[in-house]
C-alpha cells in the first residue's frame, strides 16, 4: 500500500509541476518543481541516491526530495533532512462521517475559483500554482465556504488504484475534522471501490487517524542546502 501512496502522491507531483517523467524506481524532474513540491518520489525501497541525483537539478540550493521507504542517505550530497512524516491509508467502502460543522462544502468547477482556493490554502495570493488542466484531469478540489469566503478544503486524486488526499487544510482548528470528513465523502462518492491514501504528521496526522486512517509506515522529505 506504501507502494500504491507512493505513486499516487507521484503522479499529483506530475500533474502541479507539468514536469518530469516516471522511471522504474522513481519520479523525477531535471526542473526544479513549485515551491511546496518535490524534484523527486522515490516509488521502491530500490532507488538508489545516485538514480535520484542523476534526474534531478541540484547546482543550486532548493531541490528537494520525497523519501518515500525512508531507504535514502542523501547527506554526503548537500542534503538535509527537513521532516518526516507517516504514510496512511483507509480501505475502500468503508463510509465516511458527515462533514457537519459551519461550513458549506462544494467542489471546484470553474477554473477562476481556483486562484481563490490556492490563496486559501496558502494564506498569500495565488501564484498560479493549480493550474486549469488539473479540473480538466479529473482532480477534485473541495472548498469549504464560510459565506462567500473559502476557509477549508482539500484535493482529491486518482492514481497507483488508490485515491490520495492531499492538501487538507481549515483555517479554524475546530474546522479540521470536517475538512477531513468532507474529503471522505467526496472520495466514496466518485470512487467508492478505491482505497484512499495520503500522507501527514503532527497535528494533522492525528485528525487524520481521527477520520479513520491508520499509519502505514514513514517517508522523509530531503532538501538541499549545500
Wanted: glycine share 10%; with cysteine.
Amino acid at each position: 500500500m506504501i507502494s500504491a501512496a507512493a505513486r499516487n502522491n507521484a503522479e499529483w507531483c506530475a500533474a502541479v509541476s507539468r514536469s518530469g517523467h516516471f522511471r522504474d524506481a522513481l519520479w523525477c524532474s531535471p526542473h526544479r518543481t513549485p515551491p511546496l513540491y518535490p524534484d523527486a518520489v522515490t516509488l521502491t525501497p530500490d532507488a538508489t541516491a545516485a538514480e535520484v541525483l542523476a534526474g534531478v537539478d541540484t547546482a543550486a540550493p532548493g531541490c528537494s526530495v520525497k523519501d518515500s521507504f525512508v531507504a535514502l542517505d542523501l547527506a554526503l550530497a548537500g542534503f538535509e533532512v527537513l521532516f518526516e512524516a507517516q504514510w496512511m491509508h483507509r480501505p475502500a467502502g468503508t463510509a465516511a462521517a458527515p462533514a457537519g460543522g459551519r461550513l458549506e462544502w462544494d467542489e471546484l468547477e470553474a477554473p477562476g475559483e481556483l486562484a481563490a482556493w490556492e490563496a486559501a490554502w496558502e494564506g498569500e495570493e495565488s501564484t498560479g500554482l493549480f493550474h486549469e488542466g488539473l479540473l480538466r484531469e479529473g482532480v477534485v478540489f473541495l472548498a469549504g465556504r464560510d459565506g462567500s469566503r473559502i476557509t477549508a478544503g482539500a484535493v482529491l486524486s486518482t492514481g497507483g488504484g488508490v485515491v490520495g488526499v492531499s492538501n487538507v487544510f481549515a483555517h479554524d482548528d475546530a474546522d479540521a475534522d470536517a475538512a477531513w470528513a468532507a474529503a471522505l465523502d467526496a472520495a466514496a462518492r466518485h470512487w467508492p471501490e478505491l482505497p484512499v491514501v495520503g500522507y501527514e504528521h503532527g497535528q494533522d496526522l492525528d485528525t487524520a487517524v481521527r477520520a479513520g486512517f491508520t499509519p502505514l509506515g514513514p517517508l522523509r522529505i530531503w532538501l538541499h542546502t549545500a
